[in-house]
């Protein structure tokens, strides 16, 4: 087990991120023992018939038989609006020793990857590639169902205090006083003085159980399973596009389908060709109905579309 020693659970610095990259290299052990995953066949049987363009040789040398992966490509976050393309930037600024040494150390050995740059560089390709045709895709789905997770455990530490939340991550996580404790299957046996620094909480649509970096170095952070992972294996409802127009009205039903991925009311009207306001009044009506999610980034407010909105924006 792994015990996070907190110098006060009550009152700890303790952060929500959501993580292209950590999505990325966790799902890879979906492919590798999918049986282990039973709410993501859905997803890994779309991802597996992806996987002819992607360097498939590479990947498989990045994970063990327990489906644990290198350290070193699960950094924690910087928060819950990183893009994938910022976070593959920071990864390429990585020491090629570090990576080379987790790889081995989660491996046995580095196969034909190489060492030094080349191996970083190899390493990321092919991670990047594959980010594009098999998670890409689906990520506005699965970054609204854990920003939906993360806000649903704001509101629990909002009425009975962060060691309620702390304590219900997982039934494989505890808090014993100031210590969370995360039990392992493999052996893996330590503790970390979390301090002054923040314990970061990630949640994942890939994992059954609370994960963890396995380097006693890495900064405080746990992975852990987010609510509504059985969203990805719920195929999307037969809908008739006419029964939505009708239902929604025209002007509404069409912006629901324009929100693939997050945009703000401004875009949408530029391409629509009609005035800011007009939009922002559709789509806050869209959103009051729990159609659209919104979230501020900077001066712009971004619409995205809940598990419900891409239900009813699917096609026939």
Known sequence: MVRFRLPDAAVADVRFGISPLIETTLSLRVLAQPSRFPLQLAWEASARAKLGSVDTVTLRQLLNEHGHTPDALTPPPRGTSDSAAA?????????????????????????????????????????????????????????????????????????????????DLSPTVSLDGDVLIVRSRHGYDHEVLVGDRPLWLVPTMFSTRAAY???????????????????????????????????????????????????????????????????NQHLQVMRRAG??????????????????????????
Do not use: N
């Open 87 to 167: 976070e593959f930037a920071r990864l390429r600024e990585v020491d090629p020793e570090l990576l080379a040494e987790d790889i081995v150390d989660v491996t046995g050995g580095l196969g034909d990857l190489g060492r030094g740059r080349p191996l970083v560089d190899r390493v990321i390709t092919a991670l990047e590639g594959y980010w594009k045709v098999c998670v890409a895709p689906d990520w506005p789905r699965m970054r609204t169902t854990m920003e939906a997770d993360i806000i649903h455990r704001g509101h629990v530490a909002a009425r009975r205090g962060m060691p309620s939340v702390l304590a």
């Open 213 to 279: 970096p396995g380097r006693e170095d890495h900064p405080p952070m746990v992975m852990y399973p987010a609510r509504g992972q059985g969203e990805m294996c719920s195929g999307a409802p037969h809908v008739e596009s006419t029964a939505v127009t009708a239902l929604l009205g025209t002007p509404r039903a069409r912006l629901l389908r324009l929100l693939d991925e997050p945009t703000s009311g401004t875009d949408l009207a530029g391409r629509l060709g009609v005035t800011t306001s007009a939009v």
């Open 291 to 316: 159609l659209l999610s919104a979230h501020r980034s900077g001066r712009r407010v971004l619409y995205a579309r809940t598990e419900l909105g891409d239900a009813l924006s699917s096609d026939p």
